[in-house]
Nanobody
Framework: QVQLVESGGGSVQAGGSLKLSCAAS????????MGWYRQAPGKGREKVST???????RYGDSVKGRFTISRDNAKNTLYLQMNSLKIEDTAMYYC?????????????WGQGTQVTVLA
C-alpha cells in the first residue's frame, strides 16, 4: 500500500521560511520521480517543483530562486525548503510520487499539508 505523508506546513509571516517533508512508503522511492504541487482556494493545481530519480530538478516560475527541492533516498523522504515566502504562496501543498510517462502524471498523491503565509 502506497503512503505519502506530508508534514511541515503551517502559518508563517511573509518573508519567512518553512520546510515541507514527504515520507513515502510502498514505492521504490529511489526509482521514482517525485514532485510538489500546490492548490490555492479557487485555483487550479500548480506544479511547484519536480525531481527525477537521477536528480534532475525543475521549478515553477513563481518559486524559482526561493524554493529548493531535495530528496533523501536512504530515508524515502522528499523535501521542499521554502524561503522568502509570499502571501501568494498560501495553498495546500501536495507530494506526488512516481511519474508515469504513459499517462503524463504522477501515480500517487499525498493528502496535502496547508501552508498559510500571513501579511
Amino acid at each position: 500500500q502506497v503512503q505519502l505523508v506530508e508534514s511541515g506546513g503551517g502559518s508563517v509571516q511573509a518573508g519567512g521560511s518553512l520546510k515541507l517533508s514527504c515520507a513515502a512508503s510502498g514505492v521504490s522511492f529511489r526509482l521514482c520521480g517525485m514532485g510538489w504541487y500546490r492548490q490555492a482556494p479557487g485555483k487550479g493545481r500548480e506544479k511547484v517543483s519536480t525531481i527525477s530519480s537521477d536528480g534532475a530538478i525543475r521549478y515553477g516560475d513563481s518559486v524559482k530562486g526561493r524554493f529548493t527541492i531535495s530528496r533523501d533516498n536512504a530515508k524515502n523522504t522528499l523535501y521542499l525548503q521554502m524561503n522568502s515566502l509570499k502571501i501568494e504562496d498560501t495553498a495546500m501543498y501536495y507530494c506526488a510520487a512516481c511519474w508515469a510517462s504513459s499517462r503524463s502524471t504522477f501515480s500517487h498523491w499525498g493528502q496535502g499539508t496547508q501552508v498559510t503565509v500571513l501579511a
